[in-house]
């Protein structure tokens, strides 16, 4: 994915969208409207006071654009995305609802590895000592985590990350700052996950290790497990009392889903693309392993030694 693509946020406009010549046109009741190039955008994300037709969805979804709904609170619950034909999307398919139990497991033990060496990399910022011991029990995953090393990880990493908030318990359904800053970076970060696993032709549903019964999207959280740590780094930056009504805490979340990811300088949603292709490819037996990468830090700190 191009670094230039964006997220375009209005989940708390006032207003409504609409089309025009290539191009979405952001109308805020009682202010100057904005033209977005559609070429440029990834994601939209639209709230509750949002008007918009279905001659806008169409050209969005024409363009391989997902439209996620958000909440009162501007959190995403809900999305639309486009119907694009893979070149091998029904034999890719086909061997996804085929892959054996063992494949399904190494996979999802190298996710949790990745994911646990990115929460590692964090924790170590505020707690070196629980950040080593994150990085020891990443080495003890298996296949299928067995162990459920990501749950003893999640225990660990929650309890140390905002160091002397005691109280923080991480819940989705909370309203409190921290989760609802989380919830919100999460939300955008699935909406990327679902245009990466599409492109990919893959089925969203079958995912490797989460099997919720109503969750059209679990083979999307299972693969945007490994990145999760990079919001979580931008939530730590954040003031204890961030909320999501601050439009400059908002651009900050969106790009923690848009940052490097690796040490050659691409992008979350680009090494997101490459696990959801490199994915397909291991169903189809062309791939003997899923090489999950890992958050360690944007590129600039690699590349400054930080």
């Not at 660990?156 to 409190?176: A, K």
């Not at 109503?214 to 961030?242: C, Y």
């Amino acid at each position: 994915m191009d670094t230039a693509w964006r997220v375009l946020d209005c989940s708390s406009l006032s207003g409504s969208v609409r089309s025009e010549r290539g191009a979405v046109i952001i109308c805020p009741d009682g202010a100057p409207s904005q033209s977005v190039p559609v070429a440029d955008v990834a994601v939209v994300l639209l709230g509750i006071k949002v008007s918009i037709s279905t001659a806008v969805m169409h050209r969005l979804l024409d363009s391989d654009v997902v439209v996620m709904f958000c909440d009162w609170r501007g959190v995403p619950e809900g999305a639309a995305y486009p119907w694009r034909a893979h070149t091998r999307v029904g034999a890719r398919q086909r061997a996804q609802a085929a892959l054996s139990l063992p494949r399904q497991k190494n996979a999802w033990g190298r996710l949790v590895r990745a994911k646990v060496l990115g929460q590692a990399h964090v924790l170590s910022k505020v707690d070196d000592a629980s950040g080593l011991r994150l990085r020891n029990m990443a080495k003890s995953v298996r296949s299928g985590d067995p162990d459920n090393i990501e749950g003893q990880a999640a225990r660990l990493y929650w309890s140390r990350l905002f160091g002397n908030e005691d109280s923080f318990v991480r819940l989705h359904e909370s309203d409190d700052s921290r989760n609802s800053c989380l919830n919100y970076g999460y939300g955008v970060l699935r909406a990327h996950g679902v245009r990466a696993v599409v492109a990919a032709g893959l089925n969203p549903t079958l995912g490797v290790f989460h099997r919720g019964r109503s969750n059209f999207f679990n083979l999307v959280d299972d693969l945007i497990e490994p990145f999760r740590p990079a919001v979580d780094d931008t939530v730590l930056r954040l003031p204890a009392d961030a909320s999501l009504t601050d439009r400059s805490v908002k651009h900050e979340l969106v790009q923690a889903v848009q940052q490097s990811f690796s040490v050659e300088g691409d992008t979350l949603p680009t090494s997101l693309e490459r696990l959801a292709q490199h994915l397909g490819q291991y169903v189809e037996g062309d791939r003997d392993r899923l090489d999950a990468p890992h958050w360690a830090g944007p590129y600039r700190d690699v590349i400054d030694g930080r």
